[in-house]
């Protein structure tokens, strides 16, 4: 079977989820509850893994 290659694999820490939103608990003015965004600290928000840069080797 094949498999297709995805061009940007989904990130492994937040399974392309990367933000989400954590309620503090506290209530807004409007009554809504309060919520913060987290960002994934691998990917950084974006979702998707971001390939092993191959070092760069200079010279010898
Ligand atoms: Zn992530």
Do not use: W
Not at 36 to 45: E, K, M, R
Not at 46 to 58: E, S
């Amino acid at each position: 079977m094949p498999q297709n290659t995805a061009p940007r694999p989904i990130c492994g820490h937040c399974d392309g989820f990367p933000t989400v939103a954590v309620t503090t608990g506290h209530t807004t003015p409007t009554g809504e509850r309060e919520t913060i965004t987290a960002d994934c600290p691998a990917c950084h928000g974006t979702g998707h893994t971001i390939p092993a840069r191959t070092r760069t080797r200079v010279g010898v």
